[in-house]
């Protein structure tokens, strides 16, 4: 695992995947319409979202460098959950003729519309859950910090397998179970505090352990997960939260509270500063990222070797 920190300007469950049963829809956890709302609203405000792209561009332009390592020209890849356009930001002439971004706010695929793109750009209202793309059509679907949302990640992830072309492939990154830890632990302790109970304020994200099992069982092959960690300080919990809700990030699980009481708030900034915070004052925030790949079957795909098969020990090859 790596770890990165960035310098900016100045809540959480796990969800485990036991099975993954096939068109499983009843797994729902999240508001999908609140989750339009807010993403439609944080995007409204330009100038003030335009601040808080530094998370979503630093993963979109990871995700956009395992795409280029494929090394294939793409003509058309389509950008699941793509807000206003982090990963084409990081696209070229080489690596694509055309993107096609899907987000289910038309106000966040609209904020950028006028920027310069360096590839063809077209902007569908998609919703991650619903896609619509027909079988074997597509060469490459990228997610960047999107499917954390989907209530049927599962479901999900066949969809894309189904709709992408024969060893087409999936390049996705989202948040993972350790994303805002600090965040979490201090808003149930000073709830304990203050109102003897804990509530989710923080939505549930999925463990890292569950994704390469969640991408085999989806039929996707050859698949790759690797996780970091990126770290931001902020001046206090309170602009934390506030870029979270800029970014459209704040929380949509169905059960959440509508408000939480200010001396929570104020106990809860007090023991994230006390537990977490940094000599110089500022208090860090960590979003841990899972990346994935995987590939849909192919006859003229790589098979690994039959087990047993190997000439050499590994043992041998260590020593030397």
Aim: aromatic share 6%.
């Amino acid at each position: 695992m790596f770890a990165t920190r960035l310098v900016h300007r100045y809540p959480l469950w796990r969800r485990h995947y036991a099975t993954a049963a096939h068109g499983a829809a009843n797994f729902q956890v999240f508001n999908r319409d609140v989750k339009r709302m807010q993403k439609d609203r944080a995007a409204s405000n330009v100038e003030t979202s335009r601040t808080v792209d530094y998370l979503k561009d630093e993963v979109a332009a990871r995700v956009a460098d395992r795409l280029m390592d494929i090394k294939r020209d793409f003509n058309t890849v389509v950008d699941l959950g793509s807000g206003c356009g982090h990963v084409v930001k990081h696209v070229s002439k080489d690596m694509m003729k055309k993107l096609i971004m899907c987000d289910i706010s038309e106000q966040a695929l609209r904020r950028d519309a006028d920027e310069y793109a360096p590839v063809e750009v077209e902007r569908r209202i998609v919703d991650e859950e619903h896609l619509p793309f027909e079988e074997n059509s597509l060469e490459a679907v990228v997610s960047s910090l999107s499917m954390h949302w989907v209530n049927d990640l599962p479901g999900a992830l066949i969809q894309v397998r189904k709709a992408l072309v024969p060893d087409g492939v999936f390049v996705g990154a989202l948040f993972g179970g350790d994303t805002l830890f600090e965040l979490r632990t201090s808003l149930q302790l000073a709830e304990l505090e203050r109102e003897s109970g804990v509530s989710p304020h923080v939505s549930p994200m999925t463990d890292s352990s569950d994704i390469a099992r969640l991408l085999s069982r989806a039929g996707l092959t050859l698949t790759t997960v690797d996780v970091d960690e990126i770290v931001v300080d902020y001046p206090s919990m309170f602009e934390l939260m506030e870029d979270l809700k800029a970014m459209g990030e704040n929380n949509a699980v169905l059960s959440r509270r509508p408000i939480i009481k200010r001396d929570t708030l104020m106990a809860a900034a007090s023991i994230y500063k006390e537990l977490h915070g940094n000599p110089d004052g500022t208090v860090p925030a960590t979003f841990q990222i899972i990346y994935m790949i995987g590939w849909k079957p192919s006859p003229t795909q790589p098979l690994p070797k039959k087990r047993g098969s190997a000439t050499t020990s590994l043992k041998d090859v260590l020593e030397n």
